[in-house]
């Protein structure tokens, strides 16, 4: 069993920021503020930060990996490799890939869905980041409902969400540069692409039981659920009254004062804060964050985003660094049901991140411990200490 000691850093533990040390034994933290003494592997983290790794309930920057440019693939493994290395590079140790599985084909259609979580399954041993699987089921779907109810008894979905950008498709069919993206993503015509979103909106009477039917699957099956992009108060209380607990990207603020006072999860995107604002021009999350409006940030569409975010939330004053970092890893992992992570403590999984924060809005990660095995590493100079190494050194002598 691998044992690594890491002292001299100013670690987070529970609110507060305080120069500790970590043991960590085999998957788990064996202790924290222990007195000195050496491991199979000894880290000295003198002038750097030790925080919780970083807990990702929504992430699909993997697309990029999978289709570099419309209509350009590569093949699922060696996207999916890529994107964990990405991922942990960036701090985040549990990674939620949200994957869409629409009623358009290509990249969000059904063999991708089913490949892709088929990939995931048979790569996660060898995977650094500890990866799920998220899917985001289009709710005018409807043919896909008996087989995600399958995966859901089955065990195999990490978390569902329900998704409905059946309105916003529409609209964006008079508009030029949206709908070449869309038509580009299917690799439909534009007749075919225009006949099949016909042929979906014409089913809408339908969508109401479907999306009944499988929260009751995914609620028998333990499954948390979120629902994307809500428009109102009222569509938050529906969801919520199927046991969908998390408010994912609640359009506006009158929305998420509604999931707020109900204690739900509320989810906005890393990017948001990082840039300033939405990309779409809604919600500014940093904003709903100073109002208590926000309780779990998502790298979205950007892996670097969660780490950055968290240091400038701190910057710029909105949170201490200690709270602003509860938003990307204790609270995500509450919101997913994972009590095993996402805070500092005996007991808990060996998920640890070192960071250089010697320039606050540049964080600069040093080295990544995921569930006991150290996967990042920037300074090698760091391990100069090795127990191992001593002890060789020793029995020479």
Not at 92 to 104: G, L, P, Y
Not at 214 to 220: D, G
Not at 234 to 253: D, H
Not at 353 to 366: F, H, Q, W
């Amino acid at each position: 069993m691998t044992e690594i000691f890491i002292e001299g850093g100013r670690a987070l533990l529970g609110h507060e920021i305080a120069e500790t040390s970590l043991r960590i034994a085999g998957r788990e933290i064996n202790s924290v503020g222990s007195d000195h003494g050496q491991g199979t592997l000894d880290i000295d983290a003198g002038g750097l930060l030790a925080l919780p790794g970083i807990v990702d309930l929504h992430g699909d920057a993997f697309e990029r990996q999978m289709m570099p440019r419309p209509g350009v693939d590569f093949p699922l493994d060696v996207a999916l490799i890529d994107s964990d290395r990405q991922a942990v590079s960036n701090g985040i140790t549990t990674v939620f890939h949200a994957t869409t599985w629409s009623w358009e084909p290509g990249l969000r259609g059904s063999d991708n869905a089913r490949n892709l979580l088929e990939t995931i399954e048979s790569l996660r041993p060898q995977l650094a980041a500890d990866t799920r699987f998220h899917l985001r089921h289009e709710t005018y779907n409807l043919d896909a409902e008996n087989e995600i109810i399958e995966w859901l008894s089955e065990g195999r979905v990490d978390l569902f969400a329900f998704n409905d950008h059946m309105d916003s498709t529409v609209a964006s069919l008079a508009k030029p540069q949206k709908r070449s993206r869309m038509v580009e993503r299917t690799g439909l015509t534009n007749d075919a692409f225009d006949r099949l979103v016909g042929s979906v909106v014409s089913r809408a009477p339908d969508v109401p039981a479907s999306i009944a039917r499988l929260a009751q699957a995914a609620r028998a099956a333990s499954v948390r659920m979120l629902s994307h992009d809500d428009e109102s108060p009222a569509m938050r209380q529906a969801f919520r009254a199927l046991g969908v607990s998390i408010a994912e990207f609640p359009v506006n603020e009158e929305t998420a004062h509604d999931a707020a006072e109900a204690g739900d999860f509320i989810v906005f995107g890393a990017p948001n804060v990082v840039r300033g604002g939405s990309h779409t021009g809604w919600t500014k999350a940093s904003d709903m964050i100073a109002k208590g409006l926000c309780s779990v940030l998502a790298s979205d569409y950007y892996y670097p985003a969660p780490l950055l975010a968290a240091f400038r939330l701190a910057a710029d004053g909105v949170l201490p660094l200690a709270e602003a970092w509860h938003l990307i890893s204790a609270a995500p992992a509450r919101a997913a049901g994972l009590t095993d992570r996402g805070t500092l403590a005996a007991g808990q999984r060996a998920d640890v991140i070192l960071v250089d924060d010697t320039a606050p809005l540049r964080p600069r990660i040093v080295a990544v411990i995921a569930a006991g095995r150290l996967v990042h590493l920037t300074e090698a100079s760091r391990l100069a200490r090795s127990g191992v190494a001593r002890r060789k050194a020793v029995a020479v002598a």
